[in-house]
């Protein structure tokens, strides 16, 4: 069990069921069902085009699942009424590719979802924006920096900033680390540990086999568009019931050097 | 009195006609380009083949001919427009439907992160727009958009075939006069590239102002 796992309360804060998602005549997801506790930290794995990074984007819906439904703290985000923006706001979303703002500096990055989407007064939304940047060890000599200046993990790192300061139900994160150079992996992962240390429930598409065994409360194994195995880190990682889940993990651990 | 000294105040009364016109006519068109654009790439069905047909329409008509439509064509239907609201009218019609090309052009350029971003932070459409994506487009834009201001600055000349008392008219009325095309002209051509020399380096100006530091090659 990840040592995550004391802030882990019984509430269920994401529940995903049945979600059914088609590309032309590619079926990418099969029906995914699965649910996240508060403080909880799930690590999603899986083969390249498993359909992890859909099912990410279903969750939020910047892509619209064709069946199934989802809910977030007991409000159903798949139903038409639901206001989708105002949900969002709780939800999230750290990319692989950061997605910063090109034309904002790190702190106004973190600062126009609160003044502009949560409509926060400036010294208000400023002061949360320095907390969250400083919660991921981006320092002041940073802040005023824009995206094309700062590493990829310092980028990273702001566009944690970035989801946290909305104070999220849970953060999405889809492979956050593989657009990065090896030197630059640790100090993100370190940020995304810290935040799970202190119970910021967290949905992680990862190969960073280190990081779910330490961090992950349960890892979701995707194969062919739905969740074939999931379990403890350590059962699912060294000792799977199926065959390619056991492939798949001694490939990435060669890979990633896996502890 | 001489040649010059007839002409030079006349000239300078026509140039303060044509800037007259342009300090309405670029900012316009300016703003109907970055609506017209928006409008072609976040608009829905129907506003998205509004401006399109809108776009089309203006830039398919030769300026003499809106010219022309705005000041006889609507006196026709009772609507009287003097030559100074034809002008700016036309040159805000046309230039901003060439310009909303840039926009959109520039709109469509943006990396698709960029809005999946603002959207997963919880924003709608117009404010993606507004906050993201425009910022970072109409600074794609600018060379493109500056562009066509200076051949605004160049084809307000044709106001005069709607008597507007710009720069080239009232050279070609003083011409009929005093036969001295070269002067005339010479003077004409050296207020026109004074005009756009100078839109030119406030615009490069405006464009060093705007750079993103770290993101851009160097203007400069
Ligand atoms: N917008 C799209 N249009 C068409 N097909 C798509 C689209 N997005 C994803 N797909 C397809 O869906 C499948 C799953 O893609 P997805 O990106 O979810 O996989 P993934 O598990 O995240 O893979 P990776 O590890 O490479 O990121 C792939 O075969 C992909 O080609
Ligand atoms: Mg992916």
């Given at each position: 069990?990840?040592?995550?796992?004391?802030?882990?309360?019984?509430?269920?804060?994401?529940?995903?069921?049945?979600?059914?998602?088609?590309?032309?005549?590619?079926?990418?997801?099969?029906?995914?069902?699965?649910?996240?506790?508060?403080?909880?930290?799930?690590?999603?794995?899986?083969?390249?085009?498993?359909?992890?990074?859909?099912?990410?984007?279903?969750?939020?819906?910047?892509?619209?699942?064709?069946?199934?439904?989802?809910?977030?703290?007991?409000?159903?985000?798949?139903?038409?009424?639901t206001n989708i923006n105002k949900m969002r706001q709780k939800i999230g979303f750290v990319f692989q590719e950061f997605n910063l703002f090109h034309h904002l500096t790190a702190l106004e990055n973190v600062m126009i979802g609160l003044t502009k989407v949560k409509k926060l007064p400036?010294?208000?939304?400023?002061?949360?924006?320095?907390?969250?940047?400083?919660?991921?060890?981006?320092?002041?000599?940073?802040?005023?920096?824009?995206?094309?200046?700062?590493?990829?993990?310092?980028?990273?790192?702001?566009?944690?900033?970035?989801?946290?300061?909305?104070?999220?139900?849970?953060?999405?994160?889809?492979?956050?680390?593989?657009?990065?150079?090896?030197?630059?992996?640790?100090?993100?992962?370190?940020?995304?540990?810290?935040?799970?240390?202190?119970?910021?429930?967290?949905?992680?598409?990862?190969?960073?086999?280190?990081?779910?065994?330490?961090?992950?409360?349960?890892?979701?194994?995707?194969?062919?568009?739905?969740?074939?195995?999931?379990?403890?880190?350590?059962?699912?990682?060294?000792?799977?019931?199926?065959?390619?889940?056991?492939?798949?993990?001694?490939?990435?651990?060669?890979?990633?050097?896996?502890? | 009195?001489?040649?010059?000294?007839?002409?030079?105040?006349?000239?300078?009364?026509?140039?303060?006609?044509?800037?007259?016109?342009?300090?309405?006519?670029?900012?316009?068109?300016?703003?109907?380009?970055?609506?017209?654009?928006?409008?072609?790439?976040?608009?829905?069905?129907?506003?998205?083949?509004?401006?399109?047909?809108?776009?089309?329409?203006?830039?398919?008509?030769?300026?003499?001919?809106?010219?022309?439509?705005?000041?006889?064509?609507?006196?026709?239907?009772?609507?009287?427009?003097?030559?100074?609201?034809?002008?700016?009218?036309?040159?805000?019609?046309?230039?901003?439907?060439?310009?909303?090309?840039?926009?959109?052009?520039?709109?469509?350029?943006?990396?698709?992160?960029?809005?999946?971003?603002?959207?997963?932070?919880?924003?709608?459409?117009?404010?993606?727009?507004?906050?993201?994506?425009?910022?970072?487009?109409?600074?794609?834009?600018?060379?493109?958009?500056?562009?066509?201001?200076?051949?605004?600055?160049?084809?307000?000349?044709?106001?005069?075939?709607?008597?507007?008392?710009?720069?080239?008219?009232?050279?070609?009325?003083?011409?009929?006069r005093y036969f001295m095309p070269l002067q005339v002209f010479m003077v004409d051509a050296a207020l026109y590239l004074a005009m756009t020399t100078a839109a030119a380096y406030g615009l490069r100006a405006l464009e060093y102002k705007l750079r993103i530091p770290g993101l851009e090659?160097?203007?400069?």
């Open positions: 069990m990840g040592r995550g796992s004391e802030m882990v309360g019984d509430e269920i804060v994401l529940r995903v069921e049945n979600i059914h998602k088609r590309y032309k005549d590619q079926e990418v997801l099969k029906g995914v069902t699965f649910e996240v506790r508060r403080g909880e930290t799930k690590v999603i794995a899986g083969p390249s085009g498993a359909g992890k990074s859909t099912l990410l984007r279903c969750i939020n819906l910047l892509t619209k699942p064709d069946k199934g439904r989802v809910w977030l703290e007991g409000v159903e985000l798949t139903d038409p009424e400036k010294d208000v939304a400023r002061k949360k924006a320095e907390e969250a940047l400083l919660t991921v060890h981006i320092t002041e000599d940073l802040w005023h920096k824009y995206p094309a200046q700062l590493s990829g993990g310092q980028k990273q790192r702001v566009a944690i900033a970035r989801a946290l300061a909305m104070d999220p139900v849970i953060i999405l994160y889809d492979e956050p680390t593989s657009a990065l150079d090896p030197q630059l992996v640790g100090e993100v992962l370190r940020v995304m540990e810290e935040l799970a240390r202190k119970g910021v429930t967290g949905l992680v598409v990862t190969h960073e086999i280190g990081f779910a065994l330490e961090v992950a409360d349960e890892i979701l194994f995707m194969y062919g568009g739905r969740i074939l195995e999931r379990g403890p880190p350590r059962e699912v990682v060294f000792s799977p019931k199926h065959e390619v889940t056991r492939k798949f993990f001694e490939n990435i651990t060669k890979l990633y050097g896996g502890k | 009195m001489g040649f010059w000294e007839e002409f030079i105040p006349l000239v300078l009364h026509g140039a303060v006609n044509t800037l007259w016109v342009l300090v309405i006519s670029i900012p316009a068109s300016v703003a109907l380009a970055i609506a017209l654009g928006s409008a072609r790439v976040y608009g829905n069905a129907p506003i998205k083949a509004i401006a399109t047909a809108f776009v089309v329409t203006f830039r398919g008509f030769p300026l003499v001919v809106t010219l022309f439509l705005l000041f006889f064509g609507l006196a026709d239907l009772g609507i009287y427009l003097t030559p100074y609201q034809t002008a700016t009218l036309a040159f805000v019609l046309c230039g901003g439907s060439y310009m909303s090309e840039y926009v959109r052009g520039a709109i469509r350029s943006i990396d698709i992160g960029q809005s999946l971003a603002a959207r997963a932070l919880g924003m709608t459409k117009f404010q993606e727009l507004i906050y993201i994506i425009l910022p970072q487009a109409i600074r794609r834009a600018l060379p493109g958009l500056s562009n066509e201001i200076i051949y605004q600055i160049k084809y307000s000349s044709l106001a005069f075939v709607v008597g507007y008392e710009e720069i080239f008219a009232v050279s070609k009325t003083f011409i009929s090659m160097s203007i400069r």
